[in-house]
C-alpha cells in the first residue's frame, strides 16, 4: 500500500495527529522491528558498569525529581 501525505498542506496538528497514528500501528508489532545492533551493545554496557559498581540505580521518583532540578 502506497500512501502520500501533502505535508506541506498538512497543519501542525494534522502532522502530530499522523505522527500518533504511524507509532501506534508501529507498536502494535514491535516484535516486527529490529534494534540495532548499537542497542544491544549500550544496553550491555550499563549492565557491566552497574554490576561492577560503575554505575546506580534510582526509582523513578527520584528520577523524575532529579531531571527537574537538571532543567530548571
Known sequence: MSTT???DRM???E???AIEL???SLRQ???DIPAPQWHKD???QRAKDFKEGK???MDWETAKKWIEN???
Do not use: P
Request: glycine content about 0%.
Open 29 to 31: 508489532n514491535e516484535d
Open 5 to 7: 501525505l501533502k505535508l
Open 42 to 44: 549500550l544496553l550491555d
Open 55 to 57: 554505575d546506580t540505580v
Open 11 to 13: 497543519t501542525v496538528a
Open 15 to 17: 502532522k502530530l495527529q
Open 22 to 24: 504511524l507509532w501506534e
Open 70 to 72: 537538571e532543567i530548571a
